[in-house]
């Protein structure tokens, strides 16, 4: 897991592209901001107030962003292999840094914790199903036991004709939320030249392959699925 040969992981590489990233999320993603809302309660079911989260794929910043304003107790240690996505994490997060480590690189660069909870969010989709497992294995690793882990990707049906179908209605919610119609399409074609997107119940399933307890649906939006699961 060292070396980032997919090209849509090398993608967040990209400077440019890192600093305009912060603006897509919640075009693409219907109900972003409610759903990190729920993220919070997931965890904060569990969490003590002076909680130390895990959170993979950090880059960017934004849900440690909206789970730090929401918790001015919780610590946060955030991993991700793109640097540009790093900076604007921490561009982003400002004065909140004091209480964020950010770690440059794939899970095995975080600390072993033990942590409260952890978070993939917009993330995990782009791991194939082996690379997939065991990283999710190696955040459970790094968990209290019965701390929740919650995950957020891209997870819809893999069938033609229902694959374009929901294809179709990514495209459409973008165009909708005011992104630029060629924009939304070339989005489009990127996701479905991906082959590591699966149905919802393969992604069930390696979520508890990956040692994950209790694994329960709890956010679907079009091409949108996010569950939470519990360390042994
Ligand atoms: C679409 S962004 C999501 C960022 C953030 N979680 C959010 O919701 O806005 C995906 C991020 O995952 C990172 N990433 C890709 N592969 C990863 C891996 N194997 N482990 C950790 N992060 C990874 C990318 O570098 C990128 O910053």
């Given at each position: 897991m060292s070396e980032n040969t997919n090209p849509f992981v090398a993608m967040f590489e990209d400077p440019e592209r890192a600093r305009s990233y912060a603006d897509g999320p919640a075009k693409f993603t219907p109900g972003f901001s409610d759903m990190h809302r729920m993220v919070n309660v997931l965890v904060q079911e569990r969490a003590p107030d002076d909680a130390h989260i895990l959170v993979h794929?950090?880059?960017?910043g934004l849900e440690l962003e909206a789970l730090a304003r929401a918790n001015p107790g919780w610590r946060f240690t955030g991993v991700d292999p793109a640097k540009p996505m790093l900076v604007e994490a921490e561009a982003r997060l400002g004065e909140l840094m004091e209480r964020v480590d950010l770690h440059h690189g794939?899970?095995?660069?975080?600390?072993?914790?033990?942590?409260?909870a952890a978070t993939s969010l917009l993330?995990?989709?782009?791991?194939d199903e082996e690379e997939r497992v065991e990283t999710v294995r190696r955040i459970v690793e790094r968990l209290r036991s019965g701390a929740p882990f919650v995950a957020v990707h891209s997870s819809f049906p893999q069938d033609e004709p229902d694959r374009d179908m929901w294809m179709s209605r990514y495209e459409a919610f973008a165009v909708a939320s005011g992104v630029d119609p060629e924009m939304a399409h070339n989005a489009r074609q990127g996701v479905s030249g991906m082959s590591t997107i699966f149905e919802s119940e393969v992604d069930m399933r390696i979520l508890r392959d990956a040692g994950l307890t209790r694994v329960a649906p709890f956010y679907a939006a079009f091409t949108w699925r996010g569950w939470v699961g519990y360390s042994p």
């Open positions: 794929g950090a880059g960017g794939y899970i095995d660069t975080a600390p072993d914790g033990p942590f409260d993330t995990l989709h782009f791991l």
